[in-house]
Each structure stands twice: as C-alpha cells, then as structure tokens.
C-alpha cells in the first residue's frame, strides 16, 4: 500500500523486533491517515527539495512493539504522527541537512536531534503543531 509518493506501508511499519517477538504492527485506519498526513507534510516535501533517497528508519509502532523496544510512553510513532529519518545510509546529504530544512522551512510538531545526529526523529499532528526542538544523547 502507498502512503504517499515514495514511500510504502511496509517501509513504515517493518520491524525486526516485531518479526523476531511475534508483535503485530499493524496501524488503525486512523493511524493510516496520521502516517499520510506527516509523510506528505514532512518527507516528501524533503525528498522533493534534496531530489535523492532519504531512509526512514521508524515509522509507525504499534503499543506492543513500542514497550519491547523501550520507547516513550508518549511516543508519537504508537499514533503515526512520527518518522525517524536517516539521510546519511545514502551518502547523498546528510541527518544535518534534513534537520535544518525541516526546522527552517516546513510545519511540524517536534524534530529531535537524536544520538549526535544519527537520526533525526520528525512529528506532524493534524492541528496544534508546537514546533518543539529537542536534542537527545
């Protein structure tokens, strides 16, 4: 199923730990509309802009998947409302790249700089975006 021009459901919801624990990850309709709204509003307009191949690392995490792989309790990602984005896999820019476009140029709810840049974690909410900038390490 695709969610938006470059990207499918399965790049959004495949999960190592899901296969390996027997977890389902499977989004609501609702959830399916979240994923859409934050990969329109938020990734493609990057892959339009940068004209390459970005990586996205994490997607959509059902409740189940989200507690086996220790995530936030509030975690954006259980609601589809998150991407975690990793740029440099491709070598063509970089998570720095990614970071300031989305933080300079597009709506969003929270962009998270993530372990020194290794990815960088973006949020999209229908309404109510707080533009909030985090740094984890």
């Given at each position: 199923?695709?969610?938006?021009?470059?990207?499918i459901l399965k790049e959004l919801t495949k999960?190592?730990?899901?296969?390996?624990?027997?977890?389902?990850?499977?989004?609501?309709?609702?959830?399916?509309?979240?994923?859409?709204?934050?990969?329109?509003?938020?990734?493609?307009?990057?892959?339009?802009?940068?004209?390459?191949?970005?990586?996205?690392?994490?997607?959509y995490r059902s409740e189940a998947l989200n507690?086996?792989?220790?995530?936030?309790?509030?975690?954006?990602?259980?609601?589809?409302?998150?991407?975690?984005?990793?740029?440099?896999?491709?070598?063509?820019?970089?998570?720095?790249?990614?970071?300031?476009?989305?933080?300079?140029?597009?709506?969003?709810?929270?962009?998270?700089?993530?372990?020194?840049?290794?990815?960088?974690?973006?949020?999209?909410?229908?309404?109510?975006?707080?533009?909030?900038?985090?740094?984890?390490?």
């Amino acid at each position: 199923m695709r969610i938006s021009k470059h990207v499918i459901l399965k790049e959004l919801t495949k999960s190592n730990t899901a296969l390996r624990l027997g977890i389902s990850n499977d989004p609501t309709d609702e959830h399916l509309e979240n994923l859409k709204r934050v990969c329109n509003s938020v990734f493609e307009p990057l892959r339009e802009y940068f004209d390459c191949p970005i990586g996205i690392s994490s997607g959509y995490r059902s409740e189940a998947l989200n507690k086996a792989v220790k995530g936030s309790l509030t975690s954006q990602h259980c609601k589809g409302e998150a991407l975690d984005i990793d740029a440099d896999i491709y070598g063509q820019i970089t998570n720095k790249d990614i970071f300031e476009y989305i933080k300079e140029n597009l709506d969003w709810d929270q962009l998270i700089w993530e372990f020194s840049g290794a990815w960088v974690h973006v949020s999209f909410k229908k309404i109510g975006n707080r533009k909030q900038i985090l740094t984890i390490k």
